[in-house]
Nanobody, 117 residues
Framework: QAQLVESGGGLVQPGGSLRLSCAAS????????MAWYRQAPGKQREFVAT???????NYADSVKGRFTISRDLAKNTVYLQMNSLKPEDTAVYYC???????????WGQGTQVTVSS
């Protein structure tokens, strides 16, 4: 089974930008829809963005227009470009591959994003 490793998080001021990466250990993007989720302290994990196996993207309303999901098939990596960050974007961000509406890989440790002045 492929493994997914998230990276790129950090501390950023409101209005700043970060780019998260999700590296897969195998070529899975032609099979699975890849998605980013996030979990803030005391809250449930929530959907952020997805990119289908065909390359179509979809976003949660809360991030639409600020975040962009993309992928590099040659590098087996999915990215989440986050612009105009807000304090409410603070969370641990996770990626996973989905098929049939279900996550198909173990959730990793994620990458922490903190938006604070």
């Amino acid at each position: 089974q492929a493994q997914l490793v998230e990276s790129g998080g950090g501390l950023v001021q409101p209005g700043g930008s970060l780019r998260l990466s999700c590296a897969a250990s195998g070529s899975i993007f032609n099979i699975y829809h890849m998605a980013w989720y996030r979990q803030a302290p005391g809250k449930q994990r929530e959907f952020v963005a997805t990119i289908t196996s065909g390359g179509s993207a979809n976003y949660a309303d809360s991030v639409k227009g600020r975040f962009t999901i993309s992928r590099d098939l040659a590098k087996n990596t999915v990215y989440l470009q986050m612009n105009s960050l807000k304090p409410e974007d603070t969370a641990v961000y996770y990626c996973n591959g989905f098929l049939g509406g279900r996550p198909r890989f173990d959730w990793g440790q994620g990458t922490q994003v903190t938006v604070s002045s």
